[in-house]
């Protein structure tokens, strides 16, 4: 089986997709604002990702590239990728599918920051991600998790 991700359409079909996720109405994790407040035209530009089974959306994520002026993490400074709300409906988790959508943000070979959620450190660190050295002043209560591609080190304050 060939497993594809997708960049979703911001469009009411893939609001309606949203709804059908476990966190959806989780203030933290939903996805609805950003994508309400993105849906323009269906060509707009998305920053969601998906994995489709059939015609039922059952994997999502958000990728948003960060500009290096505003690099916090990185050594040297430069645009990275924040990953944000990822998520696998129940009934196809552990089944490989969020390995997929990491796997696929990883593709762009650029530094990757994410903010995981309760008890999904595990998951994270079998994806090769590892802790940022916590800065209050810059984390503001926030755990976030680094991945680092070959060349790039977590930024010391």
């Given at each position: 089986?060939?497993?594809?991700?997708?960049?979703?359409?911001?469009?009411?079909?893939?609001?309606?997709?949203?709804?059908?996720?476990?966190?959806?109405?989780?203030?933290?994790?939903?996805?609805?604002?950003?994508?309400?407040?993105?849906?323009?035209?269906?060509?707009?530009?998305?920053?969601?990702?998906?994995?489709?089974?059939?015609?039922t959306l059952i994997a999502r994520m958000s990728l948003y590239e960060r500009d290096s002026r505003y690099d916090q993490y990185f050594d040297p400074p430069q645009n990275y990728l924040e990953l944000w709300k990822l998520e696998v409906l129940p009934a196809y988790q552990k089944k490989g599918y969020g390995?997929?959508?990491?796997?696929?943000?990883?593709?762009?070979?650029?530094?990757?920051?994410?903010?995981?959620?309760?008890?999904?450190?595990?998951?994270?660190?079998?994806?090769?991600?590892?802790?940022?050295?916590?800065?209050?002043?810059?984390?503001?209560?926030?755990?976030?998790?680094?991945?680092?591609?070959?060349?790039?080190?977590?930024?010391?304050?």
């Amino acid at each position: 089986m060939t497993v594809k991700v997708e960049k979703l359409k911001v469009n009411y079909k893939t609001l309606e997709e949203f709804k059908k996720f476990r966190e959806y109405g989780v203030q933290e994790l939903s996805m609805m604002e950003d994508l309400e407040s993105n849906i323009i035209e269906n060509n707009s530009e998305s920053p969601f990702y998906g994995i489709y089974f059939g015609d039922t959306l059952i994997a999502r994520m958000s990728l948003y590239e960060r500009d290096s002026r505003y690099d916090q993490y990185f050594d040297p400074p430069q645009n990275y990728l924040e990953l944000w709300k990822l998520e696998v409906l129940p009934a196809y988790q552990k089944k490989g599918y969020g390995r997929v959508l990491v796997d696929f943000a990883k593709s762009f070979n650029m530094a990757i920051k994410t903010n995981p959620r309760i008890q999904s450190h595990g998951f994270w660190e079998q994806m090769g991600f590892e802790k940022a050295t916590y800065d209050m002043d810059r984390d503001l209560g926030q755990n976030p998790l680094i991945w680092l591609p070959e060349g790039v080190s977590e930024q010391k304050n």
